[in-house]
């Protein structure tokens, strides 16, 4: 018997993934037959201080999702999963339905538990009733979260179940993405819109609203409902070191891959790390349930939000590159982008900038 140990970086080590590792630009990780006896340190690096979740419980989450489950009883689950692995930090959470407005989870300091139990409040498909045909506030339920933002303090992340539609309100006349900006002009928040959108329209709503600001995003909803990791960055990282003991017979577990760097202000892939990303697409297309996390950063130097900005690309130039050496779903290439957070190197040297200019890689294999 042996031990092979995995280091890992921006990511969750409950999700398997294994990260880069200096010493070679692709290496295949193999086991022996897996025995799951870890033992794993790990290291949270908070990046919000509070979250909020509107849940959509309108007529259109009567729709199928797969498999005979609707998108209303789908949504619970992905609640209960993202619950189930998000480390207790000091958070303060909120927990909303939309349709119509009402409180499950009071603004206050997260407890896994008792959010759960708010969890199991919320309207499912046998318990909500005559809910077919229910309208769609969502530029009121966003609104109503202004004077809870007000009492906050910190950055806040907010997280909306959405299929890009919605109720106009004639009186207010008010529209989503209306509301939204007059909460990013407002308060220090990021939007996670959940997408169950069906219509090019509906998603070019969602994008626009993701626009308002560079932390916020779109995530494709059936893409959270498989792997929980996809909302990983909007709260925190995690640096981990696992340690496995192994014995016969190998598979395949993962990949160790190393960083790429850019040049100051760039975003395009050097030469040399083409055939680094190359390996990536080529694994990606021979396991096709792993995945691949592409996190973003920057130096320290310029504005923060034009960081967040330069991050994001640069996880979308390798993501592109990848996609253009494989046939893989593109859901199965999750983007994260941190801007000038968690250094790995002293940006007062050229040196260490130039590391921590870089879009770090981590592959896992995705649950069925």
């Given at each position: 018997?042996?031990?092979v140990?995995?280091?890992?970086?921006?990511?969750?080590?409950?999700?398997?993934?294994?990260?880069?590792?200096?010493?070679?630009?692709?290496?295949?990780?193999?086991a022996e037959?897996?025995?799951?006896?870890?033992?794993?340190?790990?290291?949270?690096?908070k990046?919000?201080d509070?979250?909020?979740?509107?849940?959509?419980?309108?007529?259109?989450?009567?729709?199928?999702?797969?498999d005979?489950?609707?998108?209303?009883?789908?949504?619970?689950?992905?609640l209960?999963?993202?619950?189930?692995?998000?480390p207790?930090?000091?958070?303060?959470?909120g927990?909303?339905?939309?349709?119509?407005?009402?409180?499950?989870?009071?603004?206050?300091?997260?407890?896994?538990?008792?959010f759960?139990r708010?969890?199991?409040?919320?309207?499912?498909?046998?318990?909500?009733?005559s809910?077919v045909?229910?309208?769609?506030?969502?530029?009121?339920?966003?609104?109503?979260?202004?004077?809870?933002?007000?009492k906050?303090?910190?950055?806040?992340?907010?997280?909306?179940?959405?299929?890009g539609?919605?109720?106009?309100?004639?009186?207010?006349?008010?529209?989503p993405?209306?509301?939204?900006?007059a909460?990013?002009a407002?308060?220090?928040?990021?939007?996670?819109?959940?997408?169950?959108?069906?219509?090019?329209?509906a998603?070019?709503?969602?994008?626009?609203?993701?626009?308002?600001n560079e932390?916020?995003?779109?995530?494709?909803?059936?893409?959270?409902?498989?792997?929980?990791?996809?909302t990983?960055?909007?709260?925190?990282?995690?640096?981990?070191?696992?340690?496995?003991?192994t014995v016969?017979?190998?598979?395949?577990?993962?990949?160790?891959v190393?960083?790429?760097?850019?040049?100051?202000?760039?975003?395009?892939i050097?030469?040399?790390?083409?055939?680094?990303?190359?390996?990536?697409?080529?694994?990606?297309?021979?396991?096709?349930?792993?995945?691949?996390?592409?996190?973003?950063?920057?130096?320290?130097?310029?504005?923060?939000?034009?960081n967040l900005?330069?991050?994001?690309?640069?996880?979308?130039s390798?993501?592109?590159?990848i996609?253009e050496?494989?046939?893989?779903?593109?859901?199965?290439?999750?983007?994260?982008?941190?801007?000038?957070k968690?250094?790995?190197?002293?940006?007062?040297?050229?040196?260490?900038?130039?590391?921590?200019?870089?879009v770090?890689?981590?592959?896992?294999?995705q649950?069925?």
């Amino acid at each position: 018997m042996r031990k092979v140990i995995l280091l890992s970086t921006v990511v969750l080590v409950v999700l398997g993934l294994a990260m880069a590792s200096s010493t070679a630009a692709f290496e295949i990780i193999t086991a022996e037959d897996i025995k799951q006896n870890t033992v794993t340190t790990d290291m949270f690096i908070k990046l919000a201080d509070n979250f909020i979740v509107l849940y959509d419980a309108s007529g259109s989450m009567a729709d199928e999702f797969k498999d005979g489950i609707k998108k209303l009883d789908a949504q619970l689950r992905i609640l209960q999963q993202q619950n189930i692995i998000l480390p207790e930090l000091g958070y303060n959470a909120g927990l909303y339905k939309f349709t119509p407005f009402k409180t499950h989870y009071e603004m206050q300091t997260y407890d896994r538990m008792a959010f759960q139990r708010a969890i199991d409040t919320l309207p499912n498909t046998k318990t909500a009733g005559s809910f077919v045909g229910q309208p769609t506030p969502l530029a009121e339920g966003i609104a109503k979260l202004d004077p809870i933002l007000a009492k906050l303090t910190g950055k806040t992340a907010i997280f909306i179940f959405t299929d890009g539609t919605y109720t106009y309100n004639r009186v207010t006349k008010q529209r989503p993405l209306d509301a939204a900006k007059a909460l990013a002009a407002k308060h220090d928040v990021c939007f996670y819109l959940i997408s169950s959108a069906t219509t090019p329209k509906a998603e070019k709503y969602l994008e626009d609203m993701a626009a308002l600001n560079e932390c916020s995003r779109v995530i494709p909803f059936e893409a959270l409902y498989h792997n929980p990791v996809w909302t990983v960055g909007a709260l925190f990282l995690v640096k981990s070191t696992v340690s496995v003991e192994t014995v016969t017979e190998k598979r395949v577990m993962g990949a160790k891959v190393r960083d790429i760097n850019f040049a100051w202000d760039q975003k395009a892939i050097k030469p040399g790390d083409h055939e680094n990303l190359k390996q990536v697409a080529e694994f990606l297309d021979r396991n096709p349930k792993s995945y691949v996390v592409l996190a973003g950063f920057t130096d320290s130097t310029g504005d923060p939000e034009y960081n967040l900005y330069l991050s994001r690309k640069r996880a979308e130039s390798a993501k592109n590159y990848i996609l253009e050496k494989s046939r893989i779903d593109p859901d199965r290439v999750v983007l994260q982008w941190y801007g000038a957070k968690n250094f790995i190197a002293d940006n007062d040297t050229e040196e260490g900038r130039f590391k921590n200019r870089r879009v770090e890689i981590a592959i896992g294999f995705q649950r069925d």
